[in-house]
């Protein structure tokens, strides 16, 4: 009997509580149909909170994943910001301090050359 009522609400229907075979019974049918409604109330009521859980878990899972958007989308930005700066100071390496690590070495090499000379004298 809870299938049928569960069906015919699950369509959208009015569910018609069939109380005549229950009526046959006296007292008991009265109480057993008081108990099915019940159960049937207490069954909505727990498909209406479990649905507005879901909703209210699918909105805290819909705001996490536009926090973790938004920290990578950061953390991108802040990577290519990182490579960028690498960039400038290679260049500034490469085309200003190598001159000068060769000329200092040119320099080191001829005061070398200088004090040998000397020594031989």
Same mark, same amino acid.
């Given at each position: 009997?809870?299938?049928w009522?569960?069906?015919?609400e ?7 509580i /069939?109380t ?15 108990? &099915?409604?019940?159960?049937? #109330?207490?069954?909505?009521?727990l ?14 899972? #819909?705001?996490? &994943? ?6 990578y ?7 290519d ?17 190598? /001159? ?6 040119d320099?080191?090499r001829?005061?070398f050359?200088t ?5 031989r004298?």
């Amino acid at each position: 009997m809870l299938l049928w009522l569960w069906a015919a609400e699950a369509d959208g229907e009015p569910v018609p509580i /069939g109380t005549d075979s229950l009526l046959q019974y006296g007292a008991i049918g009265a109480i057993a149909a008081i108990c &099915i409604y019940a159960v049937y #109330k207490l069954f909505n009521s727990l498909v209406t909170t479990h649905k507005s859980e879901i909703e209210r878990i699918e909105l805290s899972h #819909k705001d996490a &994943i536009q926090r973790a958007d938004a920290a990578y989308d950061k953390e991108v930005t802040r990577g290519d910001r990182l490579e960028t700066e690498l960039r400038e100071l290679n260049k500034l390496i490469n085309d200003k301090l190598a /001159g000068e690590l060769v000329r200092a070495t040119d320099a080191i090499r001829e005061a070398f050359e200088t004090m040998h000379e000397r020594r031989r004298l």
